[in-house]
């Protein structure tokens, strides 16, 4: 299989934050005592918050450049493809002139790289599916080598003792 690299202009766009919840005045943990016949000890609650320590973990919403990023990723993987390596080179970068696509004009982007190693079938499919899709301004995937020994230049020893 060769190996492409992918260079891709995406659509710019700010980081979405959640909302966090206001904490309040009062004390989350609510003291009280809740007798039991087997016991008088006070049982305190549990917090009331979704944010108490409790609580699971939450990842923060993905921005749609690095939801292009997964999706471009997961597709090559589906097509029993590998993803060597991708990045996310440039956030909110000024375009050096201003482009059009799906009739709008950009003058800013976000510029990532992603190295794959795919069937020239698996290239195309990938290309296709980021033409038509509304969040990459431009793109294009280069052929990086057709094999290991071509990409880094190493080669075996003939004499190996």
């Given amino acids: 299989m060769p190996m492409y690299e992918l260079l891709c202009i995406a659509r710019a766009t700010t980081r979405i934050v959640p909302a966090t919840v206001a904490r309040p005045a009062f004390n989350i943990y609510k003291k009280f005592t809740a007798t039991n016949a087997s016991s008088s000890a006070p049982t305190p609650a549990r917090p009331v918050f979704p944010d108490s320590p409790d609580s699971k973990p939450t990842l923060p919403p993905l921005n749609?450049?690095?939801?292009?990023?997964?999706?471009?990723?997961?597709?090559?993987?589906?097509?029993?493809?590998?993803?060597?390596?991708?990045?996310?080179?440039?956030?909110?970068?000024?375009?050096?002139?201003?482009?059009?696509?799906?009739?709008?004009i950009f003058s800013?982007?976000?510029?990532?790289?992603?190295?794959?190693?795919?069937?020239?079938?698996?290239?195309?499919?990938?290309?296709?599916?980021?033409?038509?899709?509304e969040r990459v301004i431009r793109h294009t995937i280069m052929k990086i080598g057709e094999s290991m020994s071509e990409i880094t230049g190493y080669t075996l020893p003939e004499n190996v003792v």
């Fill in 108 to 133: 800013t982007g976000d510029y990532f790289t992603m190295q794959f190693y795919a069937s020239p079938q698996s290239k195309q499919t990938l290309s296709k599916s980021l033409d038509f899709d």
């Fill in 64 to 104: 749609t450049t690095q939801a292009l990023m997964k999706q471009s990723a997961i597709q090559i993987l589906d097509l029993k493809g590998v993803v060597k390596h991708f990045e996310l080179l440039k956030s909110d970068e000024t375009l050096p002139y201003r482009m059009k696509r799906h009739q709008e």
